[in-house]
Structures are given as structure tokens and as C-alpha cells.
């Protein structure tokens, strides 16, 4: 039988971004070697990166076109961390590292963010709420990514002379948050028949109390309900889910919502295991798919070797699931990960008190440990 040949366009990005990467390697080598397939990874810029190889050219940018390129010529995108200080600025002509995360998922068609929130029970302690709240979590959030404010028309009008109250300053912004039924009707039907081969539960998040396109959401999400008789579908406000979420997570299993909330509910979901270094996410739609950590590029930590990368590796597993069909050998991954936690080993962000100082490991040694279990 041929050995198969995967190949990867991987983005290091910026801050703590090369590190976690060549944990994320390390791993996927190795299942490599124990499944006799090939993955093939070639490094590309993205972000800040991008930014400063490019700075001096005509157009500057934070996704240059020959990474697009090799993302889309590519099986999977598996992407690290962009942003940080350095690039931090307001003006709008000049760009930014996140432009480029949006950038490259406008520009392979991935409309929709997939994000697990998986409990390992080594690690209830390092979570914020009390163990008994974390009984059962297991829930992936999806999160519509093509539509929305972030993707609306954004205005500003600067210090309009005597338009303000009293005749003072009178300038203005506003961002126009748009929807088409189509890209609401494509995530909404994924998140269905995620359910549906899960507990079969959808909790579908909204504004529709104050919103036109949430009233348009629900209206589209209670007419695909009906041609799912075998999932159970409920309606929540925004305000309400991020409630729910603290006070009773074991009640979702999918949670679907616009680009927005979806941004900030997932931020939220993922304290729930006590680290953001422990979530993957993936990008689907209908070209390559990405699959990148949910935390962000850290630059306080830098280059100090004491990163978690566990959600890089996690997404290493997504990667596995969902572009190449491997489920067998992700759950060498997840069984793997859970072997360390479970043996004590830590990294600093998730160690306590009760984690022997030997025990806590750096970056690589963390890779090293996940290599070790495989």
C-alpha cells in the first residue's frame, strides 16, 4: 500500500508562534511515523511577520499573496499566533497582523470557526469556577466568520465643526453589522448535523430582542429545526449565554452564533478548562481548512521557552479529524495529551501550588512529554 503524502502550509506568525509550531511538528511527525504517512509542512508569513518582511514595498501587508497561494495549493493550513505591540496602531491605512487572520480565511473561503471546549479532569483545579460546575462540559461552539460587524462598512468622521452638543466636537463612527440568508443558513445547518452526530442539542445565540439580522438568524435557525425532528433546539440572548456559560456549562453541547458574539462567548468558553492554552479551533469551509490555537501570540513570553503548546497540538488533532479523516490517530493525540496531564506534568500557566517543581516543563520538554506518550 503507497504511503500517503499530506502537505501542510504552516504559519508560525508572531510572539510565542515559532515555538508552539515546532511543538505542533514534532507531534504531527511523530504520528506520522507510527501511521505511515507523510506530512509535509513548508513555513509561510502572516501577520506582524508579514508586515515587517514587506515593510518598504509598494503594499505592505499582513498576508502577502504568496502565502494565499500556497494555503490554497495546500491539503491544510495550520497556523500559530499573530499580533503583538509592535504593530499595535489606529490608522487605517496602515495595516495590521489580524488583517491578515481575516485576510486568509476570506480568502479560502472559511465561513465558519469550529471550537471544542474539551475538559481534561487533571486540570479542573486550574479552572475558575468549583469542579462540580465542570462535570460533563463538553461542547464546541460554532461561530459564523464571513459575516457580521467585523466584515461591515466602517465609518468615521472626525471633529464635524459645530455639530456636536453645545457646538463642540461632533465626530462619529459607526460599523454596519450585515448578513446575508445564505451565510447564516450554511452555519447554522453545520452546527445541526454537528449535534446530530453528538448529543444532539443546539443552543442558538442571538439579539432578536434588539437586532434585524438576529431576527433574521432566528427565523432561519427555527426553519432548519424543523428538518432536524431528532435535535432539540433552543433560542438564547447573548447576555443570557454568556450567563449559562458560568453558571451551568454542562447543559450545551453546540452552540451556534454570528461572528461577534461568537468571538467573545469562545474567549469566554475557553476559561472554562483554565487556560486558553489549551483550545484549538478550526476553520471550515468551502476551501482549505485552517486550524489554528485560540490564544493569542503572548509576547510578554516571548522567546522565554515556557509557552503552553498544547492548543497547537490540539489543533494538530483537529487538523487530523477533519482534514485528512484520521480520527484514530487524533485520539492518539487526545489520549495522549490527557496521559501527561494526568501524570502531573505541567506547563507554568497551568500548574498550582500542588505541581511539584519538577514537573512543571517548558515549551519543548511539554512536546517532548506529548512525543513520549504517543
Known sequence: MARATYRICTLPGDGIGPEIMAEGKKVLAAVGTRANVDFVCEDHLIGGAAIDATEGTE??????????????????????????????????DKP????????????LGLYLNLRPVRMFDALRDA?????????????????????????????????????????????FASDTMEYSEYEVDRVVRWAFEAARRRRGVVHSVDKANVLETSR????????????YPDVRAEDLYVDNAAMQL?????????????????????????????????????????GTALYEPSHGSAPDI????????????????????HSFQMDDEADWIVSAVR????????????????TPADHVLGTVAMGDKVVEYL
Open 127 to 171: 479552572s475558575p469556577l468549583r469542579p462540580e460546575l465542570l462535570e460533563g462540559v463538553d461542547l464546541v461552539i460554532v461561530r459564523e466568520l464571513t459575516g457580521g460587524l467585523y466584515f461591515g462598512e466602517h465609518r468615521r468622521e472626525r471633529d464635524v465643526e459645530g455639530a456636536g452638543v453645545g457646538g463642540g466636537k461632533g465626530g
Open 59 to 92: 503594499h505592505p501587508t499582513a498576508l502577502p499573496k504568496e502565502t494565499l497561494l500556497a494555503a490554497r495549493a495546500s491539503d491544510a493550513v495550520l497556523l500559530a499566533a499573530v499580533g503583538g505591540p509592535k504593530w499595535t496602531n489606529t490608522d487605517a
Open 339 to 354: 496521559s501527561a496531564l494526568d501524570d502531573g506534568w505541567r506547563t507554568a500557566d497551568i500548574a498550582d501550588d500542588a
Open 216 to 227: 433574521m438568524w432566528r427565523e432561519i435557525t427555527h426553519a432548519i429545526a424543523a428538518e
Open 246 to 286: 458560568v453558571a451551568n456549562p454542562a447543559q450545551f453541547d453546540v452552540i451556534v452564533t454570528e461572528n461577534t458574539f461568537g468571538d467573545i462567548l469562545s474567549d469566554e468558553a475557553s476559561m472554562l478548562t483554565g487556560s486558553l492554552g489549551m483550545l484549538a479551533s478550526a476553520s471550515l469551509g468551502s
Open 302 to 321: 516571548a522567546g522565554k521557552g515556557i509557552a503552553n503548546p498544547l492548543a497547537q497540538i490540539l489543533s494538530v488533532e483537529l487538523m487530523l479529524r
Open 96 to 107: 495590521r497582523p489580524e488583517q491578515g487572520l481575516l485576510a486568509i480565511r476570506k480568502g
